[in-house]
């Protein structure tokens, strides 16, 4: 979950920003390093509109591709 809420932060633009999309205060988002919970993996997953399991697999998306079933491309 810090990998995923790293990378999210990145592509924001820094925890503050990604702290403000989430609705929580910076705080909260660095704290995801020391206590995560699944609230937090689902408010990042909203933030970066990928599934919960992807948040806590650690598994990157695929750009382009279907976020349930990860095929790529038009049907």
């Known amino acids: 979950m810090?990998?995923?809420e790293r990378?999210?932060?990145r592509a924001y633009g820094g925890r503050a920003v990604?702290?403000?999309?989430?609705?929580v205060s910076l705080e909260a988002?660095?704290?995801i390093r020391r206590e995560g919970s699944y609230a937090v993996a689902v408010?990042?997953?909203r933030a970066a509109g990928i599934t919960v399991e992807q948040?806590?697999?650690g598994r990157p998306h695929v750009a382009g591709a279907c976020a349930l079933c990860g095929r790529k491309g038009a049907s």
Do not use: W
């Open 7 to 9: 990378n999210i932060a």
């Open 29 to 31: 988002v660095s704290n």
């Open 18 to 23: 990604l702290a403000a999309v989430m609705g």
């Open 55 to 57: 948040v806590l697999s």
């Open 2 to 4: 810090r990998a995923a």
């Open 43 to 45: 408010l990042l997953a």
